[in-house]
């Protein structure tokens, strides 16, 4: 990738959008202006990042237990016990 960034003005860019495509898949960056004044960046788009999460990526690979959701025999027992002792 080329680290010099060129300047191009809206109306070249227009007339020339195919050639200037074409040299920022070669590796070149253009700052785009307008009456002087830099409006955008026209450069190839960042390697995706390979930390990424795609949903369904672990699809078949993941299994879960029938079981799962059940309350432990322990945890189920506490809850259903009586909170306060009965009187007296």
Known sequence: ???HVQLVGVRELRGKL???LRRV???ESFDVM???RKVAELRSPAPPDPNF???GALRGRVWISDDF???L???EAAMEADIFP???
Do not use: F, H, L, Q
């Open 53 to 55: 999460r795609k949903p």
């Open 34 to 36: 307008v009456r002087g």
């Open 18 to 20: 195919s050639d200037y």
């Open 1 to 3: 990738m080329s680290a």
């Open 73 to 75: 025999p322990e945890i």
């Open 69 to 71: 959701n059940d309350p």
């Open 86 to 88: 009965p009187e007296r």
């Open 25 to 27: 898949a070669a590796g």
